[in-house]
């Protein structure tokens, strides 16, 4: 019926309207600063979408979030949070490095192929490790991954300061703790003549993937079954402590490709500043936000990335035009997630409202996609 | 009238770190105060730590035609070898390092380096002198760049002085970890140290320790007195205004990279910069209020 | 005041409580439709119906758990607004939850105190509130240890909390919503003497309850709802089972299934010497012996907290046995994974429904193949076969008469009747050689009791299914079973024919007698 | 050696106090049933309040009340979106971190401009015990902010097991539902515990800026907040052994330092790597003990729904 229909459309609009509001506030703030805030904001846009350059930063900044955000997916379906994800990249890009210095001589694709499994793997492993300590020792995963994430930095800053530093830094003496250049040959193809580079693509291949593991496999059944129910998982046979690794193995396998992609993609070597967050960009916290905005579902991932990578990469093209402390990105970021999150009771709300006003006609197609937010 | 020189700055950390980033914003504010804002303009990008968003904003600015993009830390390297080539008609600048990347046939970044260790070097002299117990605590981020040749070059002063004296290193692991640091002086006194010093931004906290215990310290980056009047004795001062300068005036004659210019003591980039305040005047201070009676035979 | 209550409780008097034209829609369900109901001082109350007919909707609206859409509320002739639990407790009203509302981890005495102010104004006193329930246990004799934590008591002893609960704050309208549920008839006796002694002091209660044994033995007025409307209030000199059941299902029910003889087939189920370790630590099951025959159904009677819940665990390869070994269809599978169970044909109902058997936010068709989701036809190799997969949904709904808008409705909007169903359906379908059923027929309405019922016996006739049937409800098992084992403390007392014993010698066994030392 | 050991306990005490704070403070929101990953964005501001009210009236008093006004001010917007906006809060809190990071920040950069110290809370001896050997100097010469973290172990255990408001807490967090049919406020309990917990977080940052570093600087905490809420976890929501996780994460770190300091041949990473490290292990190594999260922990309450 078409009066049910309009509701649902406008369900469908409150993120989009708190995402407004949240701005709306960002406006304030901006103007107390004494900056006009449509410059201000037009720059945000120019620097999202304003030139094929911006166009390639945002998308290139998408991919990480993206693949983040899927491994956030399988982990929130499961029912654990894995807020893991900064040392599941670091882990996965040193990795994926190392093996291209180490093997610089085989051929381009295979070099790319193999380092990106590594990668994976390496990522897989990290966040198995919280995921066995948490199925098979009682230990939260929360605490065990941000531990993890600290260990992951402290291994890297090991690594770049030594055993794998440029030579060349040492010869000059400058001691910059980054790898030497990966060679050429591993540089993921660009789409265009910008950074924009096959990593979207393969990350949203993944995409598909996980959704069609989540919903259409066995095994994505039964992850969200011990993310539902653990009683009745084990009363129907489901080993819960394997499933749990699983979904965390998995977790950080997506995230650990993230990693090596935005290494074989963006920088062509690993670098530090002491901290993940120069390489990552925070893209391991961020991921849980553009997994949210996307209803934890995958598909939904792939806009909700986009939208939060435009929104990062447009926001230091904000600072640049109108010179404002670069923290005030930070504090819009932080609060239009907040506007986010708390919209989404509301429309839960308003989606049950809508569902009550007739449950006749169910089309079947349309309710099991229903079911599967 | 000619137009103006325009730069543009993109840094790691922000423009009141008191360390590596403050210092080379001090700068070009003092190129713009000496050339006047009608022909010296600049713009920055600051807290761009990470290393993507930095690259854009390189790109984003020479594609705006600034005259001179400095791209203020080693981690940006990469993205500008990446990025120069396609923007033949702007300069880069990059530090700190030597490399301008002769070898991939890159003609327009200039590079910067302070010898840091020189400042470390006289540093490490006068902490020397001053000190009575002979042990030393040195406070650095991760031990690389800057603050590895700064560190070596204070312990090489010290053992000038003193040969057998003990100097406790201190490795932080993050340019931001404050509490850290300042336990890390905490420690370093606990183990005997009277005179203190290190690098990066994190020493603040180290800097209060001092202050609070009565430590002397020796400051990086820029003169840190103000944070302890009464313990800095001395700072080095990195001058970037050495390096800039002459960068800006061959740019204007129509060069466009090439040069690595070095902030030495030689040229002044490196500033040794003395508190007044601080032993001297107290000192001073001392005599006048009578404190000290200082005789003469006749 | 009442007289004769204890004086450290004063008695918030209710003489009438009127309700009028109550409405209140769920999505999907109309689950009160202008139900008019009211209770007076000193009687009891019983609203009957089947499952989803409204019964707890009207009683969650009456203490303010839900707020009704349209309707009146009026006690002692006043009209009121009872926005919430407190407002209703301020009224003098008190529920006992279907669901227990107590939280497991705290003690009897700190339930109880919940929410209430304290005597000593910022410090807990809990030695009072001890004070006061040993109190109330006397007068009411509900006994119970204050000291005790929740999680460890039994069903019925966690029952006497909830009343507790309701008597310490002065209630004197009870609503008890299915409190015999899980109860042992042993229990549910002393529960309506307590209960009678009280309605002579005063109180007032609205029962809810489907044993409609229990409700004629202790209502004054009976009221029957049908798919939340009103069928009939009636006093209950007037009821009879037969014509109570009638007004609740609008169609003749037997009450009494028939049990047609099987000649028995080999051992499908053996257990060995099987020790158990309870959650407590202590052995919940000290060396038991039993042998189920394929087509014979093994009635495992005994008072709840024997260790009757261990025991279908064990089987079901929930919980390890420290000592002794399972067999089925002669393999020892004796520390076989719960999956090895499943594909080696055993099915289980468990007694904790909620927890155990069914995944709330999946829908009906996902709860369905919860257990055999990895088989074709459901799988295809690591897929899932949707298309079979609502094929066999459909079917089972409708064989089953699952009463749902479709198979993708969560399963969260089912009532307690069709959810059963839906396991029975799940474990049944699977065609089973041995089948541990839990509680099978714990708060359903009699129709869908003599649903499950007829499954049972089907099944044993048709598949031959060896069933190991776990109840509470002596009635039950004596009408289903085949053979008796009463359990006590962990250990069988004796297993007897079921034509063979009197409900005497079973309640002697329930009570620790073993069979040998019967006279 | 006796001289070592002091050096390094009382490391370990200062490093743990801010810990102290934070983690108590969550730890009464998760018995609730609130998780909230914003600790560390909430200590930002607390410590940037405090340091600027101190930095501009030199009032030490004011400035710790003005971090419990902010403290209790973000408690008040987290309680807010969690209950009753019901909002995700593994990422509200996510939310609440990134946002107190960008604002302390922003407010740093336009009201105060560059880095300055100021004069934090002094030694404060205790009188008689201050002169204890040993444990005199390193218990009794703290400052006041020190005492106040220890302070707080036995009176959050008091307020959870011996007041009516700790049963209320405890029973909210374990099951709503019941509680709720006893006419217990759950969104009162939870405003409650949520509020106490940002005005804790808040003298958490203030402990750092005008206590024990005495300087603000842009993300000072550098991500305290999370080992905060890491150690609520460790110490399984018991006052007691949160005190234990903050003592053990902090001593590993003071020893790392002082290995450093003795040029002990190890490189600082591995050093540095350890109180995460020793964390994990020794949870690990307690596997045993079975403690299970508040059952309601991280799902909001609705009336009427099992
Ligand atoms: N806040 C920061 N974040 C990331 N990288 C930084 C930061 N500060 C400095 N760096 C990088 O680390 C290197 C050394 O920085 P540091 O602050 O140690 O300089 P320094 O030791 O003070 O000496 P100088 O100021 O002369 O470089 C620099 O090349 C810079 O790229
Ligand atoms: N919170 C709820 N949300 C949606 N539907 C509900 C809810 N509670 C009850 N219902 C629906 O309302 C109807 C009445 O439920 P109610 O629990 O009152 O039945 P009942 O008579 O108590 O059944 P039972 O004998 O199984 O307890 C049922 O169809 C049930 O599915
Ligand atoms: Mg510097
Ligand atoms: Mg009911």
Same mark, same amino acid.
């Given at each position: 019926m078409k009066y049910k229909r309009v509701r649902e459309i406008l369900t469908g609009l409150i993120p989009i309207a708190a995402f407004l509001l949240a701005l709306l506030m960002g406006t304030m703030m901006i103007a107390i600063l004494g900056i006009n805030p449509w410059v201000a904001y037009q720059a945000l846009y120019n620097g999202a979408f304003g030139s094929i350059n911006a166009i390639a930063d945002t998308i290139v900044k998408a991919t990480t979030l993206l693949f983040v955000g899927l491994g956030i997916c399988i982990a929130f379906r499961a029912g654990v949070l894995n807020i893991g994800g900064e040392g599941q990249l670091v882990v996965g890009a040193l990795s994926a490095t190392i093996i291209c210095l180490t093997f610089p001589d085989l051929a381009g694709w295979i070099l790319i192929i193999i380092a990106l499994l590594v990668g994976?793997?390496?990522?897989?492993?990290?966040?198995?490790?919280?995921?066995?300590?948490?199925?098979?020792?009682?230990?939260?995963?929360?605490?065990?991954?941000?531990?993890?994430?600290?260990?992951?930095?402290?291994? $890297?800053?090991?690594?770049?300061?030594?055993?794998?530093?440029?030579?060349?830094?040492?010869?000059?003496?400058?001691?910059?703790?980054?790898?030497?250049?990966?060679?050429?040959?591993?540089?993921?193809?660009?789409?265009?003549?910008?950074?924009?580079?096959?990593?979207?693509?393969?990350?949203?291949?993944?995409? !598909?993937?996980?959704?069609?593991?989540?919903?259409?496999?066995?095994?994505?059944?039964?992850?969200?079954?011990?993310?539902?129910?653990?009683?009745?998982?084990?009363?129907?046979?489901?080993?819960?402590?394997?499933? $749990?690794?699983?979904?965390?193995?998995?977790?950080?396998?997506?995230?650990?490709?993230?990693?090596?992609?935005?290494?074989?993609?963006?920088?062509?070597?690993?670098?530090?500043?002491?901290?993940?967050? &120069?390489?990552?960009?925070?893209?391991?916290?961020?991921?849980?936000?553009?997994?949210?905005?996307?209803?934890?579902?995958?598909?939904?991932?792939?806009?909700?990335?986009?939208?939060?990578?435009?929104?990062?990469?447009?926001?230091?093209?904000?600072?640049?035009?109108?010179?404002?402390?670069?923290?005030?990105?930070?504090?819009?970021?932080?609060?239009?997630?907040?506007?986010?999150? &708390?919209?989404?009771?509301?429309?839960?709300?308003?989606?049950?409202?809508?569902?009550?006003?007739?449950?006749?006609?169910?089309?079947?197609?349309?309710?099991?996609?229903?079911?599967?937010? | 009238s000619a137009e103006a020189f325009r730069v543009a700055l993109i840094m790691p950390s922000t423009i009141n770190d008191f360390a590596w980033s403050q210092s080379m914003y001090d700068a070009l504010l003092t190129i713009q105060n000496e050339m006047g804002k009608e022909n010296f303009q600049f713009v920055y990008s600051e807290n761009m730590f990470v290393v993507a968003d930095a690259a854009a904003a390189i790109r984003d600015y020479a594609s705006e035609g600034y005259n001179l993009v400095i791209a203020h830390g080693s981690q940006y390297g990469a993205s500008l070898a990446d990025i120069a080539p396609d923007f033949p008609k702007t300069s880069f600048a990059w530090g700190s390092t030597a490399n301008v990347f002769a070898d991939q046939g890159i003609t327009n970044i200039f590079a910067y380096e302070p010898y840091s260790e020189e400042g470390g070097y006289v540093n490490g002299v006068l902490a020397a002198k001053l000190s009575k117990k002979d042990i030393f605590g040195v406070i650095g981020p991760i031990e690389t760049g800057d603050a590895k040749r700064y560190t070596e070059g204070f312990k090489a002063g010290i053992q000038a002085v003193k040969p057998n004296a003990q100097v406790n290193v201190t490795w932080i692991g993050s340019y931001s970890d404050v509490a850290l640091a300042s336990e890390a002086a905490q420690t370093h006194i606990n183990a005997g140290a009277d005179v203190l010093t290190g690098t990066a931004q994190m020493t603040v906290g180290a800097i209060g320790v001092a202050r609070q215990r009565g430590a002397l310290w020796f400051g990086y980056d820029v003169d840190q007195s103000a944070l302890a009047p009464k313990n800095v004795i001395c700072s080095v001062d990195v001058d970037w205004v050495v390096a800039l300068k002459p960068m800006i005036d061959l740019i204007k004659k129509g060069e466009r990279g090439g040069k690595i210019f070095t902030l030495n003591l030689a040229n002044g980039g490196l500033k040794m910069v003395v508190n007044p305040e601080a032993l001297v005047g107290q000192t001073i201070e001392d005599i006048v209020k009578g404190n000290i009676q200082v005789k003469v035979e006749k | 005041m009442i007289k004769n209550s204890s004086k450290i409780i004063n008695l918030i008097k209710v003489e009438t409580v009127e309700m009028r034209g109550i409405v209140k829609q769920f999505p999907g369900v =109309?689950?009160?439709?202008?139900?008019?109901?009211?209770?007076?001082?000193?009687?009891?109350?019983?609203?009957?119906?089947?499952?989803?007919?409204?019964?707890?909707?009207?009683?969650?609206?009456?203490?303010?758990?839900?707020?009704?859409?349209?309707?009146?509320?009026? *006690?002692?002739?006043?009209?009121?607004? !009872?926005?919430?639990?407190?407002?209703?407790?301020?009224?003098?009203?008190? $529920?006992?939850?279907?669901?227990?509302?107590?939280?497991?981890?705290?003690?009897?005495?700190?339930?109880?105190?919940?929410?209430?102010?304290?005597?000593?104004?910022?410090?807990?006193?809990?030695?009072?509130?001890?004070?006061?329930?040993?109190?109330?246990?006397?007068?009411?004799?509900?006994?119970?240890?204050?000291?005790?934590?929740?999680?460890?008591?039994?069903?019925?002893?966690?029952?006497?909390?909830?009343?507790?609960?309701?008597?310490?704050?002065?209630?004197?309208?009870?609503?008890?919503?299915?409190?015999?549920?899980?109860?042992?008839?042993?229990?549910?006796?002393?529960?309506?003497?307590?209960?009678?002694? $009280?309605?002579?002091?005063?109180?007032?209660?609205?029962?809810?309850?489907?044993?409609?044994?229990?409700?004629?033995?202790?209502?004054?007025?009976?009221?029957?709802?049908?798919?939340?409307?009103?069928?009939?209030?009636?006093?209950?000199?007037?009821?009879?089972?037969?014509?109570?059941?009638?007004?609740?299902?609008?169609?003749?029910?037997?009450?009494?299934?028939?049990?047609?003889?099987?000649?028995?087939?080999?051992?499908?189920?053996?257990?060995?010497?099987?020790?158990?370790?309870?959650?407590?630590?202590?052995?919940?099951?000290?060396?038991?012996?039993?042998?189920?025959?394929?087509?014979?159904?093994?009635?495992?009677?005994?008072?709840?907290?024997?260790?009757?819940?261990?025991?279908?665990? *064990?089987?079901?390869?929930?919980?390890?046995?420290?000592?002794?070994?399972?067999?089925?269809?002669?393999?020892?599978?004796?520390?076989?994974?719960?999956?090895?169970?499943?594909?080696?044909?055993?099915?289980?109902?468990?007694?904790?429904?909620?927890?155990?058997?069914?995944?709330?936010?999946?829908?009906?068709?996902?709860?369905? !193949?919860?257990?055999?989701?990895?088989?074709?036809?459901?799988?295809?190799?690591?897929?899932?076969?949707?298309?079979? !997969?609502?094929?066999?949904?459909?079917? =089972?709904?409708?064989?089953?008469?699952?009463?749902?808008?479709?198979?993708?409705?969560?399963?969260?909007?089912?009532?307690?009747?069709?959810?059963?169903?839906?396991i029975l359906a799940r474990e049944l379908s699977r065609k089973p050689s041995v089948l541990v059923a839990a509680q099978p027929t714990r708060g359903l309405d009699i129709s869908a009791t003599e649903y499950v019922h007829r499954q049972l016996i089907e099944q044993r006739i048709k598949l031959k299914t060896a069933t190991l049937l776990i109840s509470d409800d002596l009635d039950e098992i004596l009408s289903l079973a085949d053979r008796i084992a009463v359990i006590y403390e962990g250990e069988i007392m004796g297993v007897v024919k079921r034509n063979e014993v009197s409900v005497e010698e079973l309640g002697m066994m329930m009570g620790g007698v073993h069979k040998d030392n019967i006279p | 050696m006796e001289a070592i050991i002091i050096g390094i306990t009382k490391s370990a005490i200062r490093l743990a106090t801010p810990y102290l704070y934070a983690s108590i403070g969550e730890t009464l929101g998760q018995l609730s049933g609130v998780l909230n990953l914003g600790v560390d964005g909430v200590m930002l501001m607390g410590a940037f309040s405090a340091f600027y009210t101190v930095l501009k009236t030199g009032n030490l008093g004011l400035g710790l009340l003005v971090a419990i006004v902010v403290g209790a001010i973000f408690g008040l917007l987290i309680a807010f979106v969690n209950v009753t906006l019901k909002a995700e809060q593994g990422i509200s809190g996510i939310g609440f971190y990134i946002f107190g990071q960008g604002l302390s920040s922003v407010l740093f950069s336009v009201m105060i401009g560059s880095v300055h110290t100021v004069n934090g809370f002094p030694p404060l001896p205790i009188p008689w015990f201050s002169d204890l050997p040993l444990v005199g100097e390193i218990l009794f010469q703290q400052n006041i902010l020190v005492y106040g973290a220890f302070a707080l172990i036995p009176l959050s255990w008091f307020l959870l097991t011996k007041t009516p408001l700790g049963l209320n807490i405890r029973a909210v967090g374990q099951n709503p539902q019941a509680a709720d049919s006893l006419g217990v406020n759950i969104v009162r309990i939870r405003y409650f515990t949520v509020i106490a917990g940002g005005i804790l977080s808040g003298i958490a940052g203030a402990s750092l800026s005008i206590a024990l570093l005495n300087v603000f600087q842009q993300n000072l905490t550098n991500g305290m907040g999370f080992i905060a809420v890491a150690l609520v976890y460790f110490g399984a929501w018991r006052p007691l052994s949160v005190l234990n996780g903050a003592l053990l994460f902090s001593t590993v770190n003071a020893i790392q330092i002082w290995v450093q300091v003795k040029g002990i041949n190890i490189p600082p990473d591995f050093t540095l790597m350890m109180p995460y490290l020793v964390t994990i292990v020794v949870l690990t190594a307690m596997a045993k003990r079975r403690v299970r999260p508040p059952a309601a922990l991280n799902k909001p309450f609705q009336r009427g729904e099992e």
């Open positions: 994976l793997l390496s990522g897989a492993i990290w966040g198995g490790i919280a995921g066995f300590l948490k199925a098979y020792f009682n230990v939260n995963e929360i605490l065990s991954t941000i531990m993890l994430n600290y260990i992951a930095v402290y291994g $890297m800053n090991y690594l770049l300061r030594g055993p794998i530093m440029d030579p060349l830094q040492v010869k000059l003496g400058s001691f910059i703790p980054q790898t030497a250049r990966l060679p050429q040959a591993v540089d993921l193809p660009r789409l265009i003549p910008t950074r924009l580079n096959l990593g979207i693509i393969i990350a949203i291949f993944f995409a !598909i993937l996980v959704y069609i593991f989540l919903w259409r496999t066995t095994i994505g059944f039964r992850i969200r079954m011990i993310g539902q129910n653990i009683p009745a998982s084990r009363a129907s046979g489901i080993n819960v402590p394997k499933y $749990m690794v699983l979904a965390f193995f998995l977790s950080g396998a997506l995230v650990g490709l993230g990693g090596a992609i935005e290494v074989l993609g963006v920088h062509h070597r690993m670098f530090t500043d002491g901290s993940a967050s &120069g390489f990552t960009g925070s893209a391991g916290f961020n991921g849980i936000v553009a997994a949210l905005f996307g209803q934890l579902h995958p598909l939904g991932t792939i806009p909700a990335s986009l939208l939060l990578g435009a929104l990062l990469t447009g926001a230091n093209k904000m600072q640049r035009v109108v010179q404002i402390p670069s923290a005030l990105i930070g504090a819009l970021n932080g609060l239009i997630v907040l506007f986010v999150v &708390g919209s989404e009771y509301l429309r839960r709300s308003q989606a049950r409202r809508v569902e009550l006003i007739t449950e006749v006609g169910y089309n079947s197609k349309h309710k099991s996609k229903k079911e599967d937010e | - | =109309l689950a009160n439709d202008h139900i008019n109901f009211d209770v007076h001082v000193g009687e009891v109350h019983t609203l009957l119906g089947e499952n989803g007919a409204g019964k707890s909707t009207l009683m969650k609206i009456l203490y303010g758990i839900y707020h009704q859409d349209e309707g009146e509320i009026y *006690v002692n002739g006043k009209l009121v607004n !009872i926005r919430s639990p407190l407002d209703a407790i301020r009224l003098g009203i008190g $529920m006992v939850h279907q669901h227990f509302m107590l939280v497991p981890t705290l003690t009897v005495a700190e339930n109880v105190a919940l929410g209430l102010p304290s005597s000593r104004k910022f410090l807990l006193d809990l030695d009072m509130v001890t004070e006061r329930i040993k109190e109330l246990v006397k007068i009411n004799g509900l006994y119970v240890d204050p000291e005790a934590k929740v999680w460890q008591l039994s069903v019925g002893e966690q029952q006497r909390v909830e009343i507790l609960k309701v008597l310490y704050r002065g209630a004197s309208l009870l609503i008890l919503d299915e409190p015999t549920a899980v109860l042992t008839p042993q229990e549910v006796e002393e529960l309506f003497h307590v209960l009678r002694s $009280m309605i002579k002091r005063g109180y007032t209660i609205i029962f809810i309850s489907h044993k409609l044994r229990e409700v004629l033995s202790l209502s004054n007025r009976i009221t029957i709802l049908r798919d939340g409307k009103v069928v009939k209030t009636l006093p209950a000199v007037e009821a009879t089972q037969e014509k109570l059941a009638r007004l609740m299902v609008g169609r003749e029910v037997l009450l009494q299934v028939e049990h047609p003889a099987v000649k028995l087939g080999k051992v499908a189920l053996a257990l060995e010497g099987i020790w158990v370790q309870g959650d407590e630590g202590l052995h919940a099951l000290r060396g038991i012996d039993l042998e189920v025959h394929s087509g014979e159904i093994l009635g495992i009677a005994g008072v709840s907290g024997n260790g009757q819940s261990e025991l279908a665990e *064990v089987i079901a390869g929930l919980r390890k046995p420290t000592q002794g070994k399972v067999f089925i269809k002669g393999i020892n599978v004796t520390n076989w994974s719960p999956s090895q169970l499943l594909d080696y044909g055993l099915s289980y109902i468990p007694e904790e429904r909620m927890r155990d058997g069914v995944v709330q936010e999946f829908n009906i068709e996902e709860n369905l !193949i919860l257990k055999d989701h990895i088989h074709p036809p459901y799988a295809k190799g690591i897929f899932m076969n949707f298309h079979k !997969i609502g094929q066999e949904s459909e079917r =089972l709904i409708k064989n089953f008469d699952i009463r749902t808008p479709s198979r993708y409705t969560s399963l969260k909007s089912l009532s307690g009747g069709n959810i059963q169903k839906l | -």
